[in-house]
Nanobody, 126 residues
Framework: QFQLVESGGGLVQPGGSLRLSCVLSGFTLEYYAMGWFRQAPGKEREGVICISSSGGRTDYVEDVKGRFTISRDNAKNTVFLQMNNLKSEDTAVYYC???????????????????WGQGTQVTVSS
């Protein structure tokens, strides 16, 4: 089965940037769509962004468009989330997830992704 290991979370000031990494082991990343989810305090987990096996990207949260970028390095079995111009409302635990298909769904549900990382805390505060 998939094992996903996330890193890169931490404390950042509003307007700052952070890059999250997720390394997959057990299978080759090349064939699977990958997504990032987040769960803010007191809220349900939501899908943020997805990248297909061919590199196509799908945004699920309007507020992150132009600020968050997902990318992948198949040779290193790694997916990244570059977060710029961070806001306090971006504070959440961020989760990496692997989908057992090559495409990103047009609408996002947790059930569309079969393997999950442990989560990494992102705190945006002055």
């Amino acid at each position: 089965q998939f094992q996903l290991v996330e890193s890169g979370g931490g404390l950042v000031q509003p307007g700052g940037s952070l890059r999250l990494s997720c390394v997959l082991s057990g299978f080759t990343l090349e064939y699977y769509a990958m997504g990032w989810f987040r769960q803010a305090p007191g809220k349900e987990r939501e899908g943020v962004i997805c990248i297909s096996s061919s590199g196509g990207r799908t945004d699920y949260v309007e507020d992150v468009k132009g600020r968050f970028t997902i990318s992948r390095d198949n040779a290193k079995n790694t997916v990244f989330l570059q977060m710029n111009n961070l806001k306090s409302e971006d504070t959440a635990v961020y989760y990496c997830a692997a989908r057992g298909f090559d495409d990103c769904p047009s609408t996002v549900r947790e059930a569309y992704f079969g393997s999950w990382g442990q989560g990494t805390q992102v705190t945006v505060s002055s």
